[in-house]
């Protein structure tokens, strides 16, 4: 068996450099979406397979909407591993950056970019150690693994319409069929109260996109009545801002509470404790007495409760006339267990009279997934993140949003946020993933690329 422990400083210093290097070119590759054009990185990173002797698979779901695939076989004794990224990044609005977004700079130690963290960042460290695993397996050849690596950087994740992992699984699911999955987002840190923690993705909420509808009476602006179906949109839109779901704690929604309880200690580690023990909306001004930093206790909001925002409005085609019909967008995110139509009940309950006043139509609804925590890769996770730093506290965690994983989990995959990094205090992920000037330091994808390694090293048996 192969000891991580000795990879020598050379190495090291070689897999932290071939990731700042695959990480700007990456950068340099416009894949805002929409369009996407994911099919340039697609070809770039076989090509870099190619050159390190990998025969890669490059499949289009649509014109220029390519996805990468690759594997390096083990001897299958277990089943395999699947790496996935994304490469498609969100617009910029360049006017606000002050670095060229596609430029890839390097600059006082960080890398410039839309997608240095989501997730181009990610990818980069993935290929990375791919390429890495494949070497030492060229460079020692009695060397095996226990299973099979899966590679996989895929289109269309910030839009989702259809272009990436989503067909590519129903049309090609033994591609990407594996037993485990690591991806965005978690293994990062997470500072609280002077306390570092390591949040380890578990779970993610579920996503229903609706439209509230309110009806009315038409007629002429210059006679204005009561029934007037903007003013009622108005109003129930103001009640859903103002409502207070009831709280649902999901197992790992326990798990991290707890973990962040045990680690924070003292009054404000039983504070927060406290809080699984008040299952109703009493418990949200409670919530923000006790959680001193607003994100933290945002977060905790969130992955506690079902959510609804508002993001349009849509009513009129003149202004003198009043429209018979108003409508809202929603964007609803729900903890497992509850579907669309259980947060409609919800939303009504929570408006009261005006519930009575508008309808629902749902237009897309996915799921909340969970996985187990009792998995000998979580345990290698949480090891490897208190070898690399014996001070962090791993978490379970659930994100807010959603990922690929809701794809990967109908093939059975077991899917774990784990893109280690490590921000210095006063550095947020969440603040800097789709901002204005998005970059990541070269110490943070360093120190990440090397947990990175020594988790899918040791956990595919490399020797």
Known sequence: MWDNSIMTEKSRYGLAAETVHLLQDLIRIDTSNPPGNESAAANYIAGILYQNGIDPTVIEMAPHRGNVVARIKGNGAEAPVLLYSHTDVVPVEREHWNVDPFGGLLRDGYIYGRGALDMKGIGAMQLAVFLAIQQHLEDHPGSSLRRDIILAATADEETDTDQGIGPLIARHPDLLRAQYGLSEFGGYTMYASGKCFYPIQVAEKGTVWMHMHAAGRPGHASVPHEDNAVVHLTRAVNKLARAHLPMH??????????????????????????????????????????????????????????????????????????????????DCRTVPGYSGSAVIEELKRAMGSNGHAVSFDIDSESPAIEFTTNTPLYRLIRSTLKKHDPTGLPVPSMLTGATDAKHLAKLGTICYGFSPMRFKPGEHFSDMVHGHNERVSVDSLAWGVQALYDVVSEFCGLG
């Open 249 to 330: 704690i999901s197992a790992t929604a326990r798990a991290y509470i707890n973990g962040l309880a045990d680690g924070l200690g003292g009054a404000q580690g039983a504070g927060i404790r406290a809080l699984l023990g008040r299952l109703d909306e009493s418990g949200l001004p409670f919530l923000e007495r006790v959680i001193r930093d607003p994100g933290l206790a945002g977060e905790l909001r969130a992955i506690t409760h079902n959510t609804v925002t508002p993001t349009g409005l849509r009513a009129g085609q003149k202004t003198n006339v009043i429209p018979s019909r108003a409508s809202a967008v929603l």
